[in-house]
């Protein structure tokens, strides 16, 4: 079973794996327990760099600077099961 801490640390350095995003360069920003599929299971949100060459100049200058990505972490064996874009309402 891994706790909220090892939770954040796969999330983080899945992001780095996954989007090419140094760990240094997010931010915590949610965590949560929860049940997914019969599994338990952490959901860990972070904020990083949003890259504004995605974006066209209208929409670079509307977006803030960080975009949110959420990973769903099974709490007991740390593997990555989704990685979600977390919309701000």
């Known amino acids: ?5 090892q939770a954040v640390q796969i999330a983080k350095e899945r992001a780095a ?3 090419g995003q140094a760990p240094a ?8 327990r929860d049940s997914y599929k019969g599994r338990d299971v952490w959901w860990i949100t972070l904020g990083l760099p ?3 060459g ?3 100049s209208l929409a670079a200058l509307a977006a ?3 975009e949110y990505k ?3 972490i099974d709490a007991e064996t740390g593997e990555l099961i989704a990685m979600k874009l977390r919309e701000v309402a």
């Open 17 to 19: 794996e996954l989007l």
């Open 64 to 66: 803030g600077p960080l």
């Open 50 to 52: 949003r890259d504004p």
């Open 54 to 56: 995605r974006l066209q």
């Open 70 to 72: 959420r990973f769903l």
């Open 1 to 5: 079973m891994i706790d909220a801490k």
């Open 25 to 32: 360069n997010s931010s915590l920003e949610e965590i949560e």
